[in-house]
């Protein structure tokens, strides 16, 4: 899906680069529109960069919470042991689920 640069990226992802002294280049960013820039010698697309890090980012919250949630099965396992095993199914999903974002985040 190609999406251009928003409102939002101009002003704050384009517009600090430009001030900040990158050169704008005359060639666009095969996948987001957005135009080049070049900086120390090396050519790079500042929104594609930011929505990169803002995935990330994203990524990393989910990650933090499934892990906490993860914690609070672990010190909270029942003694009933059809509720153990309804905590421990639970649990196990929420390891997937982490070892699938794990594998996402490897891969470029
Ligand atoms: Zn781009």
Not at 46 to 71: S, T
Request: net charge positive.
């Amino acid at each position: 899906m190609k999406k251009g640069p928003t409102e939002w990226e101009m002003k704050n992802v384009i517009m600090p680069l430009m001030l900040s002294g990158a050169k704008m280049l005359d060639r666009h960013c095969p996948k987001c529109g957005s135009p080049l820039f070049e900086k120390d010698g090396r050519v790079f697309c500042p929104v594609c960069e930011y929505r990169e890090k803002q995935k990330r980012r994203e990524m990393k919250g989910v990650e933090e919470k499934l892990r906490e949630k993860l914690n609070e099965l672990a010190s909270s396992l029942p003694d009933n042991i059809d509720e153990l095993e309804k905590h421990l199914r639970a649990m196990e999903r929420i390891m997937e689920v982490l070892e699938r974002y794990r594998k996402l985040e490897g891969e470029k």
